[in-house]
């Protein structure tokens, strides 16, 4: 009996099983190392709303004067920064092939800017020896042009999907396959920010380049997908229609949805918040000035990420992108920063960061 009882018990298997955690990020189990704040960052005082609030309005009135500046110094800026990036991750094992990207992307933006100037030229030569442009010249910037090249590529791959349609025998009328095409190019055209007359012009050529329909039917849609004339443009005999005429017309163009989010996006977009100045600035000065952006420098704070490290070019990116979730979510997702943890908006949600007070000391404090 007093053997057994000085005989150590050896302690009972638990029937539940620890899970085997990797000891370091792997991308096949879930582990605690993507949520974590780095050590070093622990104490250190956080940016105040107002702050960041002031900084957010001086880098939104920077871009504001940004806009206004011709498209063709975007293009360059843009083709001179992706050159820039692109020497950086030239010697990169693991981005090394991102690096070639921006080279060829950059590659498309000077050659956009050389085809500009060249047409620039050539329309003012021709301009000076005809003393006016021919009929079917567009007056049309580095952007415009671009997003209409956008949208031809668009319309080219749709075309050929109802082609392919056609030849299988999938559409027994033609022109109902072709409908929702020109429907949609035409609402697209219809957004663009060039005259009505060159609306219905690029309108009419594409219509009357659908060979597979009849003259009776390429008139049709014609006459089906008008393009509204703007007021400005407008003379008294033009805007004087039949009502039945007026409505006829509308109907395919006046059928957009009004929500609340097209209407953020509206706000976005005056705001310069498209893929343009905004974005150009908002990722490279985030990458290259160590967190900071001119209004975040002049109110002393910067971006982080939870490791304490810079973000880096990607992650600027990704952390812009926020931005327009912001507004999304009808500003709630900055507005989150009086009440979230380590005051964290949306933007820092998605890029995984925090804004802290630049050169400022750790306060040793435990959190409540």
Known sequence: MQESLSQPVEPQQSSVHEPNIAPKEVRDIVTP??????????????????ARGFALLTDFICISMLTNVNSLILAMVSAWVFYKESKKLKHSRRFKFLGGFFRFVGAILLFVIALNLFSDLSRYYDAGS?????????????????????????????????????????????????????????????????DSQEKQQLLSSVISGIDSLSKREREQLMEEFKIPVEDKDATPQKQQKPANETQSQDSWYNSKTHSIIEWFKGIASDLGLGFGWAALYFTFFTCWWKGQTPGKKLFGI??????GTTPNLWESFGRYGGYGAGLATGLLGFIQIYWDANRQAIQDKIAETLVIKANAKKANKKAS
């Open 33 to 50: 190392y993507a949520f974590g704040v780095s050590q070093n960052l622990i104490g250190t005082p956080l940016a105040t709303p107002k």
């Open 130 to 194: 005809s003393g006016q442009n021919s009929e079917g010249d567009f007056n049309l910037s580095t952007g415009q042009g671009i997003a209409l090249t956008a949208l031809t590529v668009k319309l080219v791959k749709q075309g050929a999907e109802v082609e392919q349609k056609i030849s299988d025998g999938e559409c027994p009328q033609i022109i109902n396959c072709w409908r929702p095409v020109v429907q949609e190019y035409a609402q697209d055209i219809l957004d663009q920010d060039i």
């Open 302 to 307: 910067k971006v982080v990420r939870l490791d």
